[in-house]
């Protein structure tokens, strides 16, 4: 932040227009050297494969060669992020279905390779689909495959996207000013809030005296530690994003205030589940096809949805866990809950999502079985101890702080009072100093704290 981006921003705003690309490839490429000095070879290869295969299918279109060229591409970015990401789990999984010995190859994950990945896709099924012109230059399509402010832990961007502003964009003070304010923003989420309930969680669930309220805290922890860990990151990236003149698309809308798994899934890691819309449920013929077939699809979709987040059974038990329920409500529930009030269809998301994200967090499936078995009391753990209720007035206040925060009551409030001409003056004086003190306070605290890196880093 007060070194490397410092930095970047300097040279940035110092060269012309035509160099700015090459000056944010340039960077993006150190950024990444920096925590994967050999891997960033690799991203160059994957980079350069789309940049080939989009020339070749852009030069055969309309013709059969487009399509194998296509489905070439498809197949080397999917084969190179199988071998990295997923050979130990085949392997492992072979060894105890067969009884064999096979070694693990041990391969350390490139990072930031389950986004870039997606990305390179985007680009090259778009120019098939003639959704987006292929990019000639080499130069712009590894900026937008490199960009490193949303690189190694997402969002997704789509090339279509930012594809005009990769060529002409727009830079002012109005996006600057912005882009500050949410990268801190984003930066609190991370710094002063997840990190605080990773720290509950921990807690809670290790306490002597855990029990099954205590657990069903713990769950409220966790769902908030991935929320604001996460949804910190997007938003450090939208807003670096618009600095450099890139209008990166929203990847979390207040999913705490869901009243369906599907609106959940509308509003949480939304560049994940459109990218899976676009790219594999609507290709596979989404709701326009047979109840049977739409049931495989949604099972396809979400099995992958799971299996992209890691190579463990836990993620895959957590995207099917989703798909049990979204078929549910397609078929009964969303009747149902359209009958009763509403508060009632939000106590039932927050049960599912709850859940959902303790499985996420366990470790194998005994421990999916033995932490949600510990939620409904099937662990044989006390209903409620003087350990729990230690932990959970400790962190009181930033638990409302958190809930609150993972609703839209502070956002709607402050328009609200943007309504008015004073309101307005109120808050344009208020919030460049929230913004300072927001930065001083959560740079006072990495400094001082232990190396805690964004969650969606090991994706």
């Given at each position: ?167 002409e964009r727009t830079h002012s003070f109005e996006n600057f000013s912005y882009g500050v304010t949410r990268f801190c ?35 409220l922890a966790i769902f908030l530690q991935i929320y604001f860990d996460f949804s910190g990151y997007s938003d450090m ?26 609106e959940f899934w509308r509003r949480w890691h939304m560049s994940l589940g459109t990218w899976f819309r676009d790219y ?180």
């Open positions: 932040m007060y070194y490397f981006l410092a930095a970047v921003l300097v040279i940035y705003f110092i060269v012309p227009f035509k160099f700015k690309n090459l000056v944010l490839l340039v960077t993006s490429l150190v950024f990444y050297f920096y925590g994967e000095p050999i891997y960033t070879l690799l991203m160059l290869a994957a980079t350069l494969s789309s940049y080939i295969h989009g020339l070749l299918i852009d030069k055969f279109k309309g013709t059969k060669w487009a399509k194998v060229f296509l489905w070439s591409s498809v197949i080397t970015s999917l084969a190179v992020l199988g071998f990295f990401k997923y050979s130990d789990f085949f392997i492992s999984n072979i060894n105890s279905v067969l009884k064999t010995d096979i070694a693990l190859l041990g391969i350390a994950l490139p990072i930031g390779i389950s986004f870039y990945t997606f990305q390179s896709l985007s680009y090259t099924i778009d120019v098939y689909r003639g959704e987006a012109k292929v990019q000639k230059s080499f130069i712009r399509l590894a900026t937008y495959v490199a960009l490193f402010p949303q690189l190694i832990a997402g969002p997704i961007v789509r090339y279509t996207t930012v594809e005009e502003e990769l060529s923003i984003g930066l609190a989420k991370k710094v002063l809030l997840a990190d605080t309930f990773a720290a509950f969680a921990i807690s809670i669930k290790g306490a002597e005296g855990v029990s099954v309220v205590g657990m069903w805290f713990y769950a990236a939208i807003g670096l994003g618009r600095i450099f003149g890139f209008h990166f698309l929203e990847n979390f809308n207040y999913p705490l205030i869901s009243k369906s798994a599907a594999v449920y609507i290709p596979l013929g989404g709701n326009r096809v047979p109840k049977w077939r739409w049931l495989i699809n949604t099972l396809i979709v979400w099995f992958l949805t799971g299996f992209w987040h890691g190579a463990d059974w836990t993620f895959i038990i957590w995207g099917v866990y989703f798909a049990i329920f979204l078929v549910l409500e397609k078929f009964a529930l969303k009747k149902f809950f359209d009958k009763i009030p509403a508060v009632f269809s939000h106590i039932y998301v927050a049960i599912v999502v709850f859940v959902s994200f303790v499985i996420f967090n366990a470790n194998g499936a005994a421990g999916i079985l033995s932490d949600v078995g510990g939620m409904f009391g099937l662990t044989g753990i006390p209903f409620f101890t003087s350990d729990t209720a230690y932990y959970i007035s400790g962190y009181a206040f930033i638990l409302i702080i958190g809930i609150i925060g993972a609703t839209p009551i502070v956002k709607n409030a402050v328009l609200k009072i943007k309504e008015s001409n004073i309101g307005c003056r109120i808050i344009n004086v208020l919030e460049p100093i929230f913004v300072i003190a927001v930065l001083l306070v959560a740079t006072a605290y990495f400094v001082d704290g232990s190396f805690s890196p964004f969650l969606y880093f090991r994706f």
